[in-house]
């Protein structure tokens, strides 16, 4: 991921907003470096956890959030989406939430939807070129 290509967008459902939280605490000085755009209440989420880090708040998800952080990857001001989802629960707005995927998707940008995902995304963009995955079992 190039530095200068865009912030990193944080996106939760409710079940995953604490592990994305945590994920964030863990990887600060890395989404310092690139800044932060969120839904509005994974936004606030974060904000507890990382107090230093300035989140800049989209509306919440299931408002239009998802589609206007979707306009802003069709705008390449995303740089990769860290999108903690709720398999397991259905969403009223999952229209939405596949329509924030699609442009991921589209416009071929890094896009986590789980915390193993999103931790070797910051392991590459921290430069360690480590790829074991830890835990794996052959
Ligand atoms: O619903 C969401 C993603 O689909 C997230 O929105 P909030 O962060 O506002 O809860």
């Given at each position: 991921?190039?530095?200068?290509?865009?912030?990193?967008?944080?996106?939760?459902?409710?079940?995953?907003?604490?592990?994305?939280?945590?994920?964030?605490?863990?990887?600060?000085?890395?989404?310092?470096?690139?800044?932060?755009?969120?839904?509005?209440?994974?936004?606030?989420?974060v904000?507890?956890?990382c107090?230093?880090?300035?989140?800049?708040?989209?509306?919440?998800g299931?408002?239009?959030?998802d589609?206007?952080?979707?306009?802003?990857?069709?705008?390449?001001?995303?740089?990769?989406?860290i999108?903690?989802a709720?398999a397991?629960?259905?969403?009223?707005?999952?229209?939405d939430?596949?329509?924030?995927?699609?442009?991921?998707?589209?416009?071929?940008?890094?896009c986590?939807?789980?915390?193993?995902?999103?931790?070797?995304?910051?392991?590459?963009?921290?430069?360690?070129a480590?790829?074991?995955?830890?835990?794996a079992?052959?």
């Amino acid at each position: 991921m190039r530095p200068d290509a865009g912030r990193i967008a944080l996106v939760a459902h409710d079940a995953k907003k604490s592990a994305l939280a945590a994920w964030a605490a863990r990887n600060a000085a890395l989404l310092m470096r690139h800044g932060v755009v969120a839904t509005a209440t994974t936004g606030s989420v974060v904000r507890e956890f990382c107090p230093k880090l300035d989140v800049t708040c989209v509306a919440s998800g299931p408002l239009g959030g998802d589609q206007q952080i979707g306009a802003m990857i069709t705008e390449k001001k995303i740089a990769a989406l860290i999108f903690f989802a709720d398999a397991m629960t259905p969403m009223p707005h999952d229209v939405d939430v596949k329509a924030l995927l699609r442009m991921a998707i589209v416009h071929d940008i890094p896009c986590a939807t789980n915390r193993a995902t999103a931790d070797i995304l910051a392991r590459a963009w921290a430069g360690e070129a480590e790829t074991k995955l830890e835990g794996a079992t052959p």
